[in-house]
């Protein structure tokens, strides 16, 4: 049987196309399932360079009734006997991201695996029909590297280190019974631990990402300024990079792809940094061209200023809602290397449209860092929106050029 890619951007679904037709592999229609676009083609071999680097599935007939979700759903409620159907699909997520082998679904109050009347339903059926539901799910609809399936919680806002605390298993085991979900686990994880959950693995950009979504988040939505840093950014090429929130690697990664020297990461969250170790493997790079600090980015000076050769030519602030914070230590680091004219800030944050429309936001930031330091001119080059927050509020991300 032929495979059909998955695909959850839907800035790749044309240069696939395009790609498929010159081909001549391209099968009408794409049609949409979950957040996903759903591309058909005459390819039944899945190592083919088409098809390889993406995730996909076999198909056969023709393009599923209301969504693959909801038809499998309504199908197996028949099939059980169950009488509310109508209820339950009212409930019923149709959203939902493919982080291989993990079927992630988004939560809503109205429509989640978590409302009370999808509970109340698993909760009378019992664990086996449980079972059977979602393992006839991802056996029907998902490729077969698709083994475990959850619920995406909202994220603790007050948690600076950004953790999944309310991840929601539903099928397959995200934790093993022997690792109790602990502070001691979260905090201080030893090297045996990190073998005892499910990790995801996902490639964007031609980048290899990989997390363990019981103890880091993942932002598919980043992909765009990814991209942008490997198209726009020549001059990190042979120089460094400070990256003083690194996570996983989100950017860390995008930056040794388009050849910084050095990338130095703070990072505060253990899983992360593990995570940002198996993605330099993953990637091949070396691990001489990425210092990692498990560690508060308050001990930057420190470090770099021991640093030999210091050619620091980008600072990266990506917390979220505000990486404020960050600001005075990055002007700190600029302080530490002279002789270099021009170093480029890329701070996010969480802006009101009304902000970045009437330009208050790019001047009060400037006004910030001239209080912070008034030795330095400072430019905004761009201002990038890179995703919806919440209504109104983007998450953006400045370049300022210190001078």
Known sequence: MPYEILVSDTKLVKPIKTRLEGQKCFVKPIYRDGDCRVIRTTIDDECDPLIADFCKRFYQGEVPDDTGIVGFTRRFLESEGYERIDTLLECLPRRYTIYSPLLLFNYSARRSFEHPVWKSFFNEAGETVKEKFFGQMLAQLFPPEISHV???????????????????????????????????????????????????????????????????????????????????????????????????????????????????????????????????????????????YNESNETCIQRLSGIHDLRVRHINLGLLPTSKPGWPLALAIISLQPRLPTVTLHIHENVHLNDIDNGSFVTNTLNHLDALNDSYNYTATHLEKIKTFAPDIWHICLDVDVI
């Open 150 to 292: 959850a619920t995406n919680m909202p994220i603790v806002e007050t948690d600076v280190m950004r953790r999944p605390f309310n991840i929601a298993p539903l099928y397959g085991t995200l934790l093993s019974p022997q690792a109790a979900d602990t502070d001691r686990l979260r905090a201080r994880p030893q090297p045996a631990d990190f073998d005892s959950t499910l990790w995801c693995h996902v490639v964007q950009n031609g980048i290899h990402q990989l997390w363990a979504p019981m103890f880091t988040m993942f932002s598919r939505g980043n992909i765009k300024e990814k991209k942008r840093v490997l198209d726009e950014f020549r001059e990190i090429e042979g120089n460094d990079v400070v990256d003083l929130y690194a996570g996983i690697g989100y950017f860390t990664l995008s930056y040794l792809k388009r050849g910084a020297r050095r990338v130095f990461c703070f990072e505060l969250n253990p899983w992360s940094v593990e995570a940002l170790r198996r993605g330099l493997a993953a990637n091949s790079f070396a691990t001489d061209r990425c210092l990692i």
